[in-house]
């Protein structure tokens, strides 16, 4: 299983951007990669997934340079709602299931 | 709207005691998994299932069992509850494992406490 490191935690202001860098050295071919979010006492929700270069929809874009060994989920002009753990997993191949790390705490303040 | 539902937000449990948290998912995915979340730790899978009557371990499988008897449900048990087994339980859905369709659609979450 691919293991991902991100940082713990991240301090922004409302109306900046804020960038999330989760590395996963060991990234496998036919591994996707996966961003999700959670509000406290509720469960995650899907953000964002990608394979490579860049993806981007309503809420974030996620940034996958070509050796996939990194990736980077940008939220732009964050607000105080913005506030939560985000998550970044590495979806392996065959019957195994999605590892959770620990996350990055974002804390948004005015 | 994909929903998966959890029998109990609270619970509260004496040691030694059998406990059953139950999972239903209306989207008829394949795949269904139990987690539970502790401050600093983040989510830890405990098994998950790949389809009705099939189970895997996940990261901490001991102390726990699960069921799949029908493909909208999985139960997970706790023969014997402890302590340390107090915890955020969350149970997830996703269509499949692979790819761009593994999105894993959670509960809102049982809140177990062991005394």
């Known amino acids: ?110 | 709207d994909v929903k998966v539902t959890q029998s109990s937000r609270y619970l509260v449990k004496r040691t030694g005691e059998k406990v059953f948290l139950e999972c239903v998912q209306d989207m008829d995915h394949e795949n269904m998994f139990w987690y539970r979340q502790d401050p600093g730790l983040g989510l830890r899978l405990i098994y998950f299932s790949y389809d009705v009557k099939m189970k895997e371990k996940g990261d901490i499988p001991e102390g726990y069992s699960v069921s799949r008897e029908k493909k909208e449900r999985f139960s997970l048990i706790l023969e014997s509850a402890s302590t340390n087994q107090t915890s955020m339980y969350l149970c997830a859905s996703s269509l499949t494992l692979l790819g761009k369709e593994a999105e894993q659609y959670f509960g809102p979450g049982t809140r177990l406490t062991v005394t």
């Open chain 1, 1 to 110: 299983l691919a293991k991902t490191t991100q940082p713990i935690s991240m301090d922004s202001y409302e109306g900046q951007e804020v960038n999330i860098t989760c590395s996963h050295n060991n990234i496998a071919t036919n591994d996707y990669i996966t961003w999700y979010q959670q509000f406290p006492s509720q469960g995650p929700r899907f953000i964002i997934q990608g394979y490579k270069t860049k993806v981007t929809n309503e809420v974030a874009s996620l940034f996958i340079p070509a050796d996939r060994k990194s990736s980077t989920l940008s939220l732009p002009r964050v607000s105080l709602s913005d506030t939560a753990v985000y998550y970044c997993l590495v979806a392996p191949g065959g019957r195994r299931a999605l590892t959770f790390g620990s996350g990055t705490r974002l804390q948004v303040q005015p």
